[in-house]
């Protein structure tokens, strides 16, 4: 520990991909401490994701906030990392014959955000998966746009840049309490006790948790666990193949070193917690899979699960509390942190500072109150 830490403007909690983005842009201009319990960044949901970004998922809301991430996968500082942060994964919105007003919803929602997009038949999505079963889909979103992320080099790329700015991040360091003695909060962690005047909570599945120790009123967080399995397929896949989403999210696959990897989109309600993967999801996956794709599902290499945290309105929590003076919401990313992580770190970061929205969010249609805390039972119904 420095002893820069002794003397701190901004004190955040977890460093998952929300504290490790927020400590960095932070760090420009305050002197910060990021905080976790675990012994490394990023074993939680930060580590468990499927690392895809696409303009054409979530809400409103959501997609902006992905459209204005978009220019720091493609273009990010100097030394931010040393390999690409990305690479091109187009995405298939796709659906049955019965869904194919759902596909045409969405192409005509997300057509202003997302810029290279089109509306495909059957035929053509199987050109772009050919795993699909033939006849199966009866036309799809196409998202040109959409990437794969790499999202180690992302999440240490904001981590080390932190330090080089002087910021620092203690592990091990649980928080157990959180008080003020009038002009600032005390922390107190499993790695000592610590004073700043603002308290970010990046706690991920935790928020609410953290938020109760503060005194504050709930967010009414829920995490949702959700699946992974990859497995082997009779034959190789090519990584070049596109992912496919289903239309009302009942299951995505996409090519994964040779094989495929997929999800039953699974969403159980969980206490916060080290998710793993139950079997019964695990049989969902390669039965939803399997009546949508040609061969069977193979022997699986790897599974894994992890908690999407949302807010009743499925949108991020971001902003000072209303009550508590100097405790700050960065929750509720749900499955969407990483692809958002960019925008919604620099968001946090000019709140924190006082200097509101950062101006190409409010070209882009969001206001400060689509984020702002949102007390259990006082929010907006999902959009
Ligand atoms: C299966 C799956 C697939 C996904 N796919 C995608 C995707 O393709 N694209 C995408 O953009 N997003 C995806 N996501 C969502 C994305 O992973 C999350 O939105 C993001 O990781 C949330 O980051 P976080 O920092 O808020 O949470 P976390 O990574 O969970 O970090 C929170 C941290 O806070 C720490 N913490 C909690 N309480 C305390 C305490 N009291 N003291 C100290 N530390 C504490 C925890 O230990 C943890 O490390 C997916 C998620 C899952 C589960």
Known sequence: ????????????VGAGIAGASCGYHLAESRRVLVVERESQPGYHTTGRSAAFFAETYGNRTVRALCAASRGFFANPPDGFSEVPLWRRRRILHGGRADQAAAVDRLFGATRDLAADLSLVSGDAARRLFPPLRSGYAAR???????????????????????????????CGAEVTGLRTDGDAWIVATAAGTF?????????????????????????????????????????????????????????????????LLASPCDETPSPPCDAQPEDIDVALAADRVGRATRDPVGRI????????????????VVGFDPKRPGFFWLVGQGGYGIMTAPALGRTAASLVRGAGLPADLLALGLSEKDLAPRPKGTGKPAR
């Open 140 to 170: 799809a979103v196409v998202d040109g746009g959409a990437m794969e992320l790499d999202v180690h080099a992302i999440h240490q790329g904001f981590l080390r840049g932190m330090r080089q700015r002087g910021g620092d991040l203690l």
């Open 195 to 259: 004073r700043a005047p603002v308290v970010v909570d990046a706690a991920g599945a935790w928020g609410d948790v953290v938020a109760s120790a503060a005194g504050a009123d709930l967010a009414g967080l829920t995490p949702l666990r959700r699946t992974i399995i990859v497995y082997d397929t009779e034959k190789p896949t090519d990584d070049a193949w596109s992912m496919f989403i289903d239309v009302e999210e009942r299951f995505y696959v996409k090519p994964e070193s040779g094989g």
């Open 1 to 12: 520990m420095t002893a820069s830490a002794l003397d701190l403007d901004v004190i955040v």
């Open 301 to 316: 290499r790897r599974k894994w699960a992890g908690l999407r945290t949302f807010a009743p309105d499925r949108s991020p």
